[in-house]
């Protein structure tokens, strides 16, 4: 196989989970020999951003949902930021070969996807119930902003950059690459609203790793800002490249959304 599809952010206005990210297109023979899908930003009037890629998932398999749309599930992702790759047209979708992409591939920072098993006891995840509510908003722009805020990205992220400095406060880091916009109550948890998922006081801009670490609840924070380590993690404090152990001040909803995470820490 030497194809990957490149999809516009258009396409993930039919977003789906299913055993990983999923966006819809509707060249189903094509998509089933596509290794790669790369997601661009669909802005005409934001000439920044405008086909610039932004995501890329190794496909897993295609299924087809409930409203009969072929969708591309997606096993692992990497985050890209790459100008001016999307389709020229208003196609929702375009086919590049591998050996045009212009990336290699066995250097971008991998990782799985599959929020089910990031707290595989945690009774309060809920995916679906999540999608569920993304699903009833009546905004597109809103729940656009939702599936973008789930993998970290869009207004969500663009705020936590601006409200953090592009600086992760633990660690110092200030590689746009290697920052990701975490949410403190997770964004498919049960308890969690569409105003929860969207709000910049429910994250924090965390490096990578610290970022695996807080979403696992191996740390966490105090209402003062005071990092909280589990046993082993406190013995691998320089090797992950912790250089502060306090947050700025917080203020009242960024500590309501922590005393919540705080209640897993250490349990998962």
Sequence with gaps: ME???VLTRKGMSDFRYEDGIAWWTAAAKRVQNCD??????????????????????KVSGVTQNEYGRI??????????????????NRLPYSYVPTNELGLDL???NWALFDPDNLAIEDETIDVRQALRAVEAESSVTTRRALIEA?????????????????EC?????????ALRASHILAWADKRATNHDRLSSNNGLLLAASVDALFDRHLISFSDTGE??????????????????????????????????????????
């Design 36 to 57: 790669y899908v790369i997601c661009t930003h669909n802005q005409q009037n934001s000439p920044d951003i405008h086909r610039k890629a932004f995501l890329i998932g």
């Design 71 to 88: 969708c591309v599930n997606i096993s692992k992702y990497a985050y890209l930021d790459v100008p001016r790759y999307g389709p020229l």
């Design 169 to 177: 406060p633990i660690t110092g880091c200030t590689i746009p690459e």
């Design 150 to 166: 789930r993998i970290g990205q869009g207004a969500f992220r663009k705020t936590l950059l601006k409200q953090w400095q592009s």
């Design 227 to 268: 990092l909280l380590l589990t046993e082993q993690i406190e013995n691998q404090v320089s090797a992950l490249g912790i250089i502060k152990r306090c947050l700025p001040p917080l203020n009242a909803d960024q500590k309501k959304y922590l005393a919540l995470h705080r209640a897993k820490f250490g349990k998962f």
């Design 3 to 5: 194809s990957l599809i």
């Design 106 to 108: 066995a250097k971008l």
